[in-house]
């Protein structure tokens, strides 16, 4: 049972971590001016959703009672987000401040991966999961540093 208890922390906590992944992009996808950002952040905060769901399942079938919010800091940081993209009114503002937390997210999972403790089942649920936000955090990434080259070559400074 004490395994069980184990495993239900750890997945508690990706738990939180995909809550606020999904709190995140959808309020990315509210904030986006541009619908193609709007639509793919969206699609990201509903994935994120059902990863979670999925781990509230596994959760609930260890005899444990699933996470259902996110994280107080994490509210927080939306918060700042917030204002941050009111007073700088651009997509790069909000895509830099989602890919910082997809490096937060991308860690926990990577850390509950290497937990020796936890069970063979529950270490492959996770890494199932773990695909999936690895290829989210690294579109995020690709998107984030495409939009920093594109602003550096149009700044005037940059040489040509």
Known sequence: ???????????????????????????????????????????????????????????????????????????????????????????ASVIGSVEGGEDHLKARFERAMADEDLSATTRETIRRAYAVVKEGHDQMSALKHSLDARRDADNPLYPK
């Open 1 to 91: 049972m004490s395994g069980d208890k184990h495993d239900i922390r750890v997945l508690n906590g990706l738990i939180e971590g995909l809550i606020d992944s999904a709190d995140g992009y959808a309020e990315a996808a509210a904030e986006a001016g541009d619908q193609g950002y709007k639509a793919w952040f969206q699609a990201r905060a509903d994935e994120r959703r059902r990863l979670a769901d999925d781990f509230k399942a596994a959760v609930r079938e260890r005899g444990g009672d699933p996470e259902e919010d996110g994280s107080i800091l994490a509210k927080a940081q939306r918060a700042f987000m917030d204002v941050k993209s009111a007073l700088l009114g651009d997509s």
